[in-house]
């Protein structure tokens, strides 16, 4: 069991933090590949040594010299020159297996392990190199027939084998090709359940990217087709928040200090957002926009944004900030724009007006239009500002919304 850990940590020398899934892959499959064989051959040559015959003895000889050579493909993986790493992991078993065919004969069925090396390199060689994979799988292939169909049945060197020779020389041979076949079955196992892994989280990782993007309906449409997404919202409610003076704060402040109040706030922004059911449009600097009603209706929106919006006073005023929120109700066209980075967006005069509503507003308050007042008049106290010119809009009567009615449901909130 302690060499194990040995093991693993062998192959995968030459792996680096710069190489992608599929490269590295492909370098522990050859280092393991070159770790089996080395095994393997040890253990033949140990057996052909001892087995009693001059062509046996000198196939021996062969695989103790391979058994020294062979470990020189990782020499080459670590130093980050994989293609050769395999060719030489490669052409020395191949070159040993068919020397060792024709040193002992056909009749010793060393050839019965050719066939296996067919498949090898077409998992040592790296995606960049996939002809050469394709063309080594071919050559072997051909080399392969030659060996089972050109070498002689007797060994170049000594007396024929006699039967029970024979028979202990293809019964070795089938037991090597299936510790081959065995050991390959688990390393292409091994590296297939390694990349339906990484292959999982990575959809995991994109689908949570994506949801952190857009609202899960509009996800699952856009996963289903490539059309537009594009609709049209007969009533919702839009509200823009902007932070006070946040232009000369920024001046005062180190940008990693300011980045993370940012964070600080949009963070907690976020989490009312999920708490009351709204959609998070989007932050523009230092606004926040946030819509109820959309991609699902709900008949509770203006409810659920007013709410909302009081909580959000409350969140910056412990922080000794002071927002301008504008509210108001209406119908949008919503919908995702873009091919790359794209995002769920809204579109149409209600957002117009939410915004200009923000930006005529005043510190600390939150101010609505006569939409949004009605909708919410028997639910939430109000102070009447009065009408005032908001730019693009003219003349507009508005109002500050300052707390939830008492006994409505829910605990008072709002400006203090």
């Keep these: 069991m302690k060499l194990f850990p040995h093991f693993q940590r062998l192959t995968r020398v030459g792996v680096t933090a710069d190489l992608s899934r599929s490269d590295a892959r492909h370098v522990v499959v050859t280092n393991s590949f070159m770790l089996i064989g080395l095994a393997i051959i040890l253990g033949l040559a140990i057996k052909n040594v001892l087995f009693g015959h001059p062509a046996f003895f000198r196939l021996g000889l062969i ?6 050579i062979l470990p020189i493909s990782l020499l080459f993986n670590h130093q980050h020159r994989y293609f050769l790493a395999a060719n030489w992991a490669f052409f020395c078993v191949l070159g040993m297996n068919l020397m060792g065919t024709y040193l002992v004969g056909r009749d010793a069925g ?31 292939t051909i080399v392969v027939g030659l060996a089972f169909t050109l070498v002689p049945r007797n060994p170049a060197f000594g007396p024929p084998l006699d039967p029970q020779m024979a028979s202990a020389g293809f019964t070795t041979s089938v037991i090597t090709l299936c510790i081959i076949l065995g050991a390959l079955s688990v390393l292409l196992r091994r590296a297939t359940q390694s990349a339906e892994q990484v292959a999982e989280q990575e959809y995991q990782r994109a689908e949570d990217l994506l949801l952190n993007v857009l609202p899960a309906s509009i996800a699952e449409r856009l996963k289903k087709s490539t059309q537009t997404i594009a609709d049209r919202a007969p009533e919702v409610t839009v509200l823009f928040a902007d932070i006070v003076g946040f232009t ?21 922004f976020d989490l009312l957002a999920d708490k009351h059911g709204l959609e998070k449009i989007k932050t523009i600097g230092d606004a ?27 969140v910056v005023r412990k922080l000794s900030l002071q927002l301008r929120i504008g509210l108001h109700t209406g119908p949008v066209v919503a919908g995702v724009i873009g091919r790359r980075k794209f995002s769920y967006d809204l579109w149409g005069d209600t957002v117009n007006t939410a915004s200009r509503l923000e930006s005529h507003g005043t510190p600390g308050r939150i101010q609505v239009a006569a939409a949004t007042y009605h909708r919410l008049s028997q639910q939430f106290d109000f102070e009447h500002r009065g009408t005032i010119t908001i ?3 003219g003349e507009m009567e508005t109002w500050y919304l300052l ?9 008072e909130a709002g400006v203090g």
Excluded: W
């Design 63 to 68: 695989e103790f010299v391979v058994t020294l």
């Design 248 to 268: 000369p704060l920024a001046q005062t402040m180190l940008p990693e200090e300011l980045l993370a109040l940012l964070d600080e706030v949009f963070s907690a």
């Design 110 to 140: 060393l050839q019965l392990t050719l066939p296996a090396l067919v498949i090898v390199p077409l998992h040592m060689y790296q995606p960049r190199h996939n002809r050469a994979a394709v063309v080594m799988a071919v050559f072997t």
């Design 403 to 411: 707390a939830k009615k008492l006994g409505a449901g829910q605990c």
């Design 391 to 393: 730019k693009g809009k």
């Design 288 to 314: 926040y926009m946030v819509a109820g009603g959309v991609p699902e209706a709900r008949d509770d929106h203006t409810q659920a944004v007013a709410l909302m919006a009081l909580e959000m006073l409350v």
